[in-house]
C-alpha cells in the first residue's frame, strides 16, 4: 500500500511541477486546467476532451448515454482494459451535479488521463472498471458565470447549480423530475457499481481542511457495507490524504460554529448516497471548501479518486463480498427500516483543525456579525454526533399491487431495476393497504410540496386489480428500493413526493337538505352508529349544535362516504 501512495505522489508531483512549455509534457493532452489554473473546462470543451482521449488509447470508451432537460445529451465515459471478470469492482464517478462546484470536473479529466496513458498506473484496471459522467447537470453547466457563488475563491466563471427546469438535481434521485435523473437511474441500474463518488464543493464555516467528506451514513448500511465502511475504507482514505497532504474531516454540518460539534449527515433517497445505499452501493461525496483556492480543490479532487483507485484495487474481492452480503441479508429481514433519527445521547470526538470564531461590529447593520480568525488556527476535539437509531420499521410483504394508472412510477421502478409482474385478468385480491390519517406539507420544495410526519393506519379489505396491473414481488434484488419508495410514510416514498396526491382530495359530496333525512333514518336504523354519535356529542358538544358538522360527521360513518378517500392505492400481499 506505501508504494502505491508513494508511486501516486510522485506521478503527481511530475505532472503539476511541469510548465506548458517543457518538451516533456508535449505529446500530454493537457485540460484547461492545467493550461490556467483558476479556469474550469466548458461543457463543449469536456466532451471534446474525452473525445481527444477515447481516440488516443483503446481504454476509453464515450457514448450519448441518454439526454437531459436541456436537450443535449447525457455523456458516459467507460474506462476498462475490456477484460471480463466476475471479481472486478465497478467505481461510479459523478460530475457536476451542481456545476458551480466544478472540481471533480477539471479533476476527473486529469485522472481519466492518467491512469489510462501511463504505463505504471493502468494496473489499476485489472480488477477495476470505471463508469464517469463527465457532466450531469449539462444545463448547469451551459449557464455559465461569475456571480451566482459569491463566497467562493474561483475559478473565474462556472455553471450554475440548477438545470434547465432550475431543479436542484441533488434533490432529485428519487423523484427523477428531470430527465437528467431518469437517464441516470437507467445507467445507474445497467452497470449495478458496488461504490460512488459524487464530487462537490461545500458552502459554510471557515476552517483548515481543503476536503470534507460524506460518506453513505454507516447506520443505514446493512452490517458487512458499514462494517467494510467503517474499519477500512474510512480509515484507509482520511490517511491517503493525509499522507498526500490534503488531510480531510467529516462534512462540517453543524447547528452553529463547529468546535460546539459537528453532526453526521443523514443522506436520505433525494441525495446521490442515499439513492446509492438502496441498491447496496457505497457512496462518498468529497466537498472541497469554498474558501480555499480553486487549483487546491481541483488536486485534492484528484488525489482522493487515486485515493479511492488505490483502495478498491487493494480490496477489490472484499468489496464484492461485502456487497453480496448486503443483498442477502436484506433479502432476509422480515422487518425492515425505513426511517433513521440521531442518536444525540451517542457522543464520539474527533480532533478538529478550524478557526477561532469570534464577534465584531457589522459594517452594514448595528449587529454583530461572525468571522473565522485565522491568525488564531487550533486543533482540538470536538463532539462528532455521527450515530443514528432506527425511528421506524415496516413489516415487509410478500408482495406489491399498484394499479396501472400510476405509470410514472411504475417508470420510474423499472428505472431503477424492479421487475413487475403484469396481472393478466381481473381479480379481487384480499390484503393490507393504508390509510393516511394526517400528515404536513413543507412549503414549495424542488417543484413540490413534500408531504412529511406522515401518520397511517394499516387496514385489511378487498380491492379488484384489473387485468394489465402490476404485481411487484419482494423477493428479488431490488427489495430495499421497494420498500423504501412503497412504503407512504417513508421519508422519501413516492407518496411523499405527491405521486398520489389525488387521493388526498375528497370527490362526491352531499346536499344539506337531502341528506337530512337520509342521516336522521341512518341513526334510527343503527343502533351502534347512534351510540357512537352520542359519545361523539360528549367529546365535541359542537356537534348538536352546528347542524354541518353533524351532517359531515355521519356521512363519513355511513355507506355513502367514499373509500378511495386517503385511501393509499397499493396494496400488500403477507
Not at 470505471?130 to 455559465?144: A, W
Not at 481543503?210 to 458487512?224: C, F
Not at 447593520?365 to 468571522?371: C, E
Request: negative net charge; glycine residues 4%; hydrophobic residues 35%.
Amino acid at each position: 500500500m506505501k508504494a502505491k501512495l508513494i508511486l501516486i505522489i510522485s506521478i503527481c508531483l511530475i505532472i503539476y511541477s511541469c510548465k506548458v512549455e517543457n518538451k516533456s509534457m508535449e505529446e500530454k493532452l493537457l485540460t484547461p486546467f492545467e493550461l490556467n489554473e483558476n479556469t474550469t473546462a466548458s461543457y463543449d470543451e469536456i466532451i471534446n476532451y474525452y473525445q481527444q482521449l477515447a481516440q488516443r488509447n483503446k481504454f476509453i470508451t464515450i457514448e450519448e448515454a441518454g439526454t437531459t432537460d436541456v436537450g443535449k445529451p447525457l455523456h458516459l465515459v467507460k474506462i476498462s482494459n475490456q477484460k471480463h471478470s466476475e471479481n472486478k469492482v465497478t467505481l461510479f464517478i459523478n460530475n457536476g451535479i451542481h456545476p458551480g462546484e466544478p472540481c471533480g470536473i477539471d479533476a476527473s479529466m486529469m485522472f481519466v488521463r492518467d491512469i489510462t496513458e501511463s504505463d505504471s498506473l493502468r494496473f489499476f484496471l485489472e480488477n477495476i472498471d470505471i463508469i464517469l459522467i463527465p457532466v450531469y447537470n449539462v444545463g448547469g453547466i451551459l449557464n455559465r458565470g461569475s456571480y451566482s457563488r459569491a463566497n467562493q475563491n474561483g475559478p473565474q466563471s462556472y455553471g450554475f447549480r440548477g438545470n434547465a427546469k432550475n431543479l436542484d438535481l441533488n434533490r432529485d434521485f428519487i423523484k427523477a423530475d428531470s430527465k437528467n435523473a431518469q437517464s441516470f437511474q437507467k445507467i445507474f441500474t445497467k452497470y449495478n457499481p458496488q461504490i460512488m463518488v459524487d464530487t462537490h464543493t461545500s458552502n459554510g464555516a471557515d476552517y483548515q481542511y481543503t476536503m470534507t467528506l460524506i460518506a453513505t451514513q454507516k447506520d443505514k448500511l446493512t452490517p458487512s457495507q458499514k462494517r467494510l465502511l467503517e474499519e477500512s475504507m474510512l480509515p484507509f482514505l482520511y490517511k491517503s490524504m493525509e499522507d498526500v497532504g490534503y488531510g480531510m474531516t467529516p462534512y462540517v454540518n453543524a447547528n452553529g460554529t463547529p468546535d460546539t460539534g459537528i453532526y453526521g449527515f443523514l443522506d436520505s433517497p433525494r441525495y446521490s448516497s442515499g439513492f446509492a445505499a438502496l441498491h447496496h452501493c457505497v457512496s462518498f461525496m468529497p466537498e472541497t471548501h469554498m474558501l480555499k483556492p480553486f487549483k487546491d480543490r481541483v488536486l485534492s479532487t484528484y488525489q482522493f479518486l487515486m485515493s479511492i483507485l488505490d483502495y478498491t484495487h487493494q480490496h477489490a474481492e472484499e468489496i464484492i463480498d461485502s456487497q453480496r452480503e448486503a443483498i442477502e441479508y436484506y433479502s432476509q429481514l422480515e422487518e425492515a427500516p425505513i426511517d433513521w433519527k440521531l442518536n444525540q445521547s451517542l457522543v464520539d470526538s474527533l480532533v478538529f483543525k478550524g478557526y477561532e470564531a469570534k464577534y465584531k461590529k457589522s459594517e452594514v447593520s448595528s449587529d454583530l456579525r461572525l468571522y473565522y480568525d485565522r491568525n488564531e488556527a487550533f486543533a482540538r476535539d470536538i463532539p462528532y454526533y455521527n450515530a443514528y437509531d432506527v425511528a421506524q420499521t415496516v413489516r415487509i410483504p410478500k408482495a406489491y399491487y399498484i394499479p396501472q394508472a400510476y405509470d410514472a412510477v411504475i417508470e420510474r421502478l423499472k428505472n431503477n431495476g424492479v421487475q413487475l409482474e403484469r396481472i393478466e385478468k381481473d381479480t379481487l385480491m384480499r390484503g393490507s393497504y393504508s390509510y393516511i390519517s394526517s400528515y404536513e406539507d413543507l412549503p414549495a420544495y424542488e417543484g413540490h410540496y413534500l408531504h412529511r410526519k406522515i401518520m397511517i393506519d394499516q387496514k385489511v379489505s378487498e380491492k379488484v386489480f384489473y387485468a394489465g396491473d402490476y404485481k411487484i414481488n419482494t423477493n428479488q434484488r431490488a427489495r430495499r428500493f421497494i420498500i423504501e419508495t412503497l412504503e407512504p410514510n417513508a421519508p422519501d416514498s413516492y407518496f411523499a413526493w405527491n405521486f398520489f396526491d389525488g387521493i388526498l382530495m375528497q370527490k362526491e359530496y352531499f346536499s344539506d337538505y337531502v341528506f337530512e333525512d337520509l342521516a336522521a333514518g341512518l341513526l334510527a336504523e343503527n343502533t351502534e352508529l347512534k351510540q357512537r354519535y352520542h359519545e361523539a356529542i360528549m367529546q365535541n358538544p359542537e356537534l348538536d349544535t352546528n347542524a354541518a358538522m353533524a351532517l359531515d360527521w355521519i356521512y363519513k360513518q355511513s355507506v355513502y362516504f367514499e373509500p378511495s378517500y386517503k385511501q393509499y392505492p397499493i396494496w400488500r400481499e403477507f
